[in-house]
RNA sequence: GCCCCGUUCGUCUAGCGGCCUAGGACGCUGGCUUCUCAUGCCAGUAGCACGGGUUCAAAUCCCGUACGGGGUACCA
């Protein structure tokens, strides 16, 4: 049997790291086994979908480096679905029901359901633009409806439990338990994968699949969230998670795309950044966590930081460097040697190297005074400030000047040199870059540092 | 309320009855390397939610409790 997965958005939203999730251990189980990865917009909501985001989404995919063999679109495919419906209605598998809301409501109470009201009034085919008339599929009132889920086990609902829901709405549209009930039988779908909050549709679809004479159901696999630090499921609202969002931080596809297997599965050898085609050789959808797991971005910051410094430097250097900033290129390919050990993430850049290509930002206070409240530093700056007017002006005659200049007088010189140079107390390495400067501008800034301390 | 589900270091995971005085990773702490920071390397820190069973033996199986989550739409 040659595995048939597909991943399912709602173009309602960006591409969330939640739904990447899902896309990516779709994929991985169809690279895994040699079967088709299908990609599948749910846009049946004629209402909240938008159009433009399917755009998005693809993108998204992309960037991932998630690539699909077949492409489907729900709202290309209404009339199939209501064909089936059309079906149901003759079989009596369905009905037409002309209840409002409101009715339901004040009948069944404040909880959620149907009571089944026009079960058996043969509410008559509405005539074309009538509204108010939907199609509600027959559930069973006994009996159990349940399925294997290859994550979390045997999952069991009681037909009792399950109202008649909507398939069909009064505008005519097709619903999703109906839509995708229809696509998985259709494509031959093979193995369902995706998000835990989905696995109260299962029996839903389970049925409607007995219904359009589908013999063997897909296999389920319900992933666990992926949660906030609340312990909540991942909103698009609350947190911060469009996938889009990362690239513009400056996350490698690859350290996201590392990063988001280990949520759920691990390896059985525990190591967690290996190569996609490693992880690739390994996955399977039997050993996929059931608990939900925290998307901590601390961690994928490292995950990130070691994917940035596997780069060699010409992948390094075009990656970053529209992240840089207003910089000449060969300028910033001799410092991104400097630059690449150093960041976690490309936005990270600009603040290392703005004193090089800029001015130095304005000295935190604390900073300032930890470094240059000493008896000694003007006595050092005086003497920098000497060496510096003769020195040859290359990296290693810089910093024979400086250190120099410390040894000479038994005190710290690069720190408060640093200081008066890149306007922090950390950064780069100082002297090849302060060689990138010309030395009107070292010596100008370190004589204004100078003067701050008399 | 009703339905479904989960629980191994702070976090992500390995573990699928003996190899576990529970392993790895992030974080944190300390050390070495070093022009600062960072990288790299080394070391340390911390966990099987609780209570009953089953078994010669339980993190692993069963039951209960507690806590947590998901769903409950003419969204998906």
């Not at 679905?81 to 003759?90: K, M, P, R, S, T």
């Not at 290859?150 to 909507?166: A, H, I, K, M």
């Amino acid at each position: 049997m040659t595995v048939r997965v597909r991943f399912s958005p709602a173009p309602t939203g960006y591409l969330h790291v939640g739904s990447a999730r899902s896309a990516l251990f779709n994929w991985l189980y169809a690279r895994r086994t040699g079967g088709t990865f299908i990609l599948r917009i749910e846009d049946t909501d004629t209402d909240r979908s938008r159009p433009e985001l399917i755009d998005n989404i693809r993108r998204s995919l992309e960037w991932l480096g998630l690539d699909w063999d077949e492409e489907y679109r729900q709202s290309d495919r209404f009339d199939q679905y209501l064909a089936a419906v059309d079906g149901f209605l003759e079989r009596g598998q369905a009905y037409y029901c002309d209840c409002s809301q409101t009715d339901v409501r004040a009948r069944v109470g404040g909880s959620a359901g149907y009571d089944g009201h026009c079960r058996d009034r043969q509410v008559a085919k509405p005539a074309d633009g009538s509204a108010g008339v939907v199609v509600r599929f027959r559930t069973p009132d006994e009996g159990v409806t349940g399925w294997d889920d290859l994550v979390r086990g045997r999952v069991e609902f009681e037909n009792s439990t399950l109202e008649d829901f909507v398939i069909v709405r009064s505008s005519g549209v097709p619903m999703f338990h109906v839509a995708n009930a229809y696509d998985d039988f259709d494509m031959g779908i093979t193995h369902v994968v995706r998000g835990e909050d989905l696995v109260n549709t299962v029996p839903r679809v389970l049925l409607l699949l007995e219904a359009l004479g589908a013999t063997e159901p897909p296999r389920y696999a319900h992933l666990p969230l992926i949660v906030n630090e609340q312990r909540k499921k991942l909103s698009k609202r609350r947190d911060d998670v469009s996938v889009g969002d990362y690239t513009d931080r400056g996350y490698l596809p690859e350290a996201m795309r590392n990063y988001l297997v280990t949520l759920g599965w691990g390896a059985k050898d525990d190591i967690e950044i290996r190569p996609i085609s490693e992880i690739i050789e390994r996955f399977d959808l039997a050993d996929i966590n059931k608990a939900p797991a925290y998307f901590d971005t601390r961690k994928l910051d490292h995950f990130n930081g070691e994917y940035i410094r596997m780069l060699d430097l010409d992948s390094f250097v075009t990656a970053s460097l529209p992240f840089a900033g207003d910089v000449d290129e060969e300028l910033y390919r001799r410092l991104a040697p400097f630059v690449q050990e150093r960041i976690r993430r490309y936005d990270e850049i600009p603040a290392l190297i703005e004193w090089i290509v800029a001015e130095p930002p304005e000295p935190d206070d604390k900073d300032w005074r930890k470094v240059m409240d000493r008896d000694d530093v003007p006595k050092v700056l005086d003497l920098v400030l000497e060496r510096l007017e003769a020195a040859e002006w290359e990296p290693d005659a810089l910093a024979e000047a400086v250190l120099g200049a410390g040894e000479v007088l038994g005190a710290k010189s690069q720190l408060p040199v640093r200081m008066a140079v890149t306007g922090r107390r950390s950064g780069l390495p100082l002297f090849e870059p302060m060689a990138e400067l010309d030395r009107v501008v070292v010596l100008e800034r370190i004589r204004k540092a100078r003067g701050r301390l008399d």
